[in-house]
Structure formats: structure tokens, C-alpha cells
């Protein structure tokens, strides 16, 4: 069975730019969340959707948003991006049942220069 | 005050070791307190959890649940350095699945 899939892996961006960030889930798994990880905050929870909405919210600011399709595939976008978005970018799907198993990914490392 | 604690570390331990890894949290309504593992440049991965209270065994791993002092706590027996890695505690779910984790606790198991 495939885990789920985080595309890039790697990227770099400069300030004021935007980013794309893309989730394959498990297949079967129709919930998927994001997850900020830097070495002073930890793993932070930044939105999660279930069957195309957003039905939690982390405490972001609006640059940051997310869908999700009809494929359960999701993107999350970063807009004028911050030196302080540098981070780890995990993105993990679940069972929507609320128990707490979440299949991460790897990880999209974003840099911003 | 924050949702969940957890003691950073790093936490450095002879191989064959026993190891203790505890965090505190907030929230009395959190019913399944997760614990996942996370190697280096990898995703955290989910190593074992205990819904409610008391205690769960899986091989060398124990997780442990104390809710009236809202504490749980995951040992490590026999400590191997394949075990080397962060340790992330994460009760829950405030709501679906939106969990908040511990900042980790980073484990270093010497050969």
C-alpha cells in the first residue's frame, strides 16, 4: 500500500514569493492534514480537510490556505512568503473516525532566502 | 499555557538501557494520547497509542496514561540505537483529527 506522498521535497523561495505545496494520501483515506515543523515551535497544526472542506483550523494567518479535491489529493499554499516560513511542511492522512492515527508524509523542506 | 508539554531532551542512554519519556497536557476531554516516532529527515510515524487510561504494551514499549494528573509517559526497555530518534507526544483530538504534539523529545541510544 503507498504511504503518502509529498511533492517537492525541496524548495527554495525567496521573500515576497508564493509556494505551492502538494499531498497524495493513502488511498482510502479521505482526511488530510497540515503540519508546520521548525526546531523552535515544534509540529504545528495548520488546517485539516475532510471530502473537499476544511472542518479545522490551525492559528495561521490567512497567507496560508488549503483545499482539497475531489480525489482527496490536497495543496496548501503559502503567499508572500517570510523568512519564518522556513520549515518543514508535513502533510498527514487519516481515517476520518478521529482516533488519531495520521499517516505522515515525508515532508516538503521549504526555504525561504 | 500550553496544550501539551514535553521535556526536549536530548536524552543520551547506554544501549540495553530503560528509557522514560513523559509529557503533561492541558485538556481532561483528550480521550487517545498518541505517541509517534520521527527519524532524521523523515515523517513522524505512529508508535503506539492508548485510548483512556492505564497502560499498553507493545513488545519494549509501554505507553502509560495517567488522567487525573493529566500525565502520560512512553518506556523504552532494553534500549537498542536503532531507537535513536524524537519522540512526539500527542493527545487528542481536540476536534476530528486536529491534534496538537509535544515539541519532542529527541532520544540517543549509545552502542
Known amino acids: 500500500k503507498a504511504g503518502v506522498t509529498q511533492t517537492p521535497r525541496y524548495l527554495i523561495k525567496t521573500r515576497g514569493q508564493q509556494v505551492t505545496l502538494s499531498c497524495s494520501p493513502i488511498?482510502?483515506?479521505?482526511?488530510v492534514s497540515w503540519y508546520q515543523q521548525t526546531p523552535g515551535q515544534g509540529l504545528q497544526f495548520l488546517f485539516e480537510?475532510?471530502?473537499?472542506?476544511?472542518?479545522n483550523k490551525g492559528n495561521f494567518p490567512g497567507r496560508f490556505s488549503g483545499r482539497q479535491f475531489s480525489n482527496s489529493r490536497s495543496e496548501m499554499n503559502v503567499s508572500t512568503l517570510e523568512l519564518g516560513d522556513s520549515a518543514l511542511y508535513l502533510c498527514?492522512?487519516?481515517?476520518?473516525?478521529?482516533?488519531?492515527?495520521?499517516?505522515f508524509g515525508e515532508g516538503s523542506r521549504l526555504t525561504v532566502l | 499555557q500550553k496544550e501539551v508539554e514535553q521535556d526536549p531532551g536530548p536524552l543520551s542512554v547506554p544501549e540495553g538501557a530503560i528509557v522514560s519519556l513523559n509529557c503533561t497536557y492541558s485538556?481532561?476531554?483528550?480521550?487517545?494520547f498518541m505517541w509517534y516516532r520521527q527519524y532524521s529527515r523523515k515523517g513522524p510515524e505512529l508508535l503506539m497509542y492508548?485510548?483512556?487510561?492505564g497502560n499498553k504494551e507493545d513488545g519494549r514499549f509501554t505507553a502509560q496514561v495517567d488522567k487525573s494528573s493529566k500525565y502520560i509517559s512512553l518506556f523504552i526497555r532494553d534500549s537498542q540505537p536503532s531507537d535513536s530518534a524524537t519522540y512526539l507526544c500527542?493527545?487528542?483530538?481536540?476536534?476530528?483529527?486536529?491534534?496538537?504534539f509535544g515539541s519532542g523529545t529527541k532520544l540517543n541510544v549509545k552502542p
Open positions: 485538556n481532561s476531554a483528550f480521550q487517545y
Open positions: 498527514a492522512s487519516s481515517l476520518p473516525s478521529g482516533t488519531g492515527e495520521l499517516f
Open positions: 492508548t485510548y483512556s487510561s
Open positions: 480537510y475532510f471530502s473537499e472542506t476544511q472542518r
Open positions: 488511498s482510502g483515506h479521505r482526511s
Open positions: 500527542a493527545p487528542g483530538p481536540h476536534n476530528f483529527n486536529k491534534f496538537y
